[in-house]
């Protein structure tokens, strides 16, 4: 009987095509194999010996669930496996405090945990100096065409640390904060501290540092050889007179345009320092723009 249940047929043998209609020979132990086929196309007729599978010299019967190791689970299916991580495979972009996170293997457990290095015993002291209730870690003043539909759950990853220590650099994230409630990587211009005159800034005396400086005087934003329309005072993080370094902690981003040669103008989203933070966390040595 064929898989229509309407007229007789002869049973598929071993290595014969097969299908919904065309049945294999259950009565030798035969069934039909997709494993190997494309979706839609016959399957080929094998034995329930044929449909086992080996993994590293160990054998495994059709439907049996196992682990080759703490990190994968694996299933026998049609002689071929398949197999699925059990560990997280989130990926976490650098933040102000944590400018270099990275994954070790703690002793006692499987999977990778993420971890920074050792922050400055003064770090904690340092952020609570710089926190403000008033600005909510992680929240940002964005350009009102950015906000997303009123139906729609944001999902925001923290900004990147800024591309350059010193300079105009660039900040990425991944969110839906726009108006298709799609996510996507945005960017922001960022400006951690100028490069002109960095030694000026860092005070005197052994192991001092000062967190963050506000520009002496109204500046304009360069970016692209286009000039911002406005002029701002901002704040910039300081040095240390140590190995420290000092990193934004609490940001805010805000549209910023820009006016080019030839009446062009064009529009950025950029960060603006609010606190920072200094610690023994730091990235590479500075670069320029």
Known sequence: MDGCRCCQICARQQGESC????LCDQRRGLHCDYSASFPGAPGVCVSQEDSNCE??????????????????????????????????????????????????????KCCQQWI???????LFQDAMAAYRPDAASGVDTQSQ???PPYNCIEQSSEWSACSNTCGMGVST?????NRACRLETQSRLC?????????????????????????????????QGCLSAQTFQPKYCGT??????????????ATVEFQCPRGRTMQHLM???DSCVCHYNCPQAHTTV
């Open 145 to 147: 065409g950015l906000y």
């Open 191 to 223: 400006i951690v501290r100028p490069c002109q005159d960095r030694s000026r800034n860092t005070p005197a005396g052994p192991k001092r540092c000062e967190r963050s400086l506000r520009a002496a005087r109204p500046v304009r934003f360069e970016h």
């Open 240 to 253: 240390c007179a140590d190995s420290r370094c000092c990193t934004p902690y609490q940001t805010r981003t």
């Open 271 to 273: 960060m603006f320092i």
């Open 173 to 177: 994230r991944v969110s839906n904060r």
């Open 116 to 122: 920074c290095e050792k922050m400055d015993n003064n």
């Open 19 to 22: 299908n919904v209609k065309y």
């Open 55 to 108: 993994l590293n010299g160990v054998h495994y019967k059709e439907g049996q669930v196992f682990q080759p190791s703490c990190k994968f689970q694996c299933r026998c299916s049609d002689g071929g496996i398949t197999c699925v991580p059990l560990c997280s495979e989130d990926v976490r972009l650098p933040t102000p405090d944590c400018p270099n996170p990275h994954r070790v293997v703690q002793p006692g």
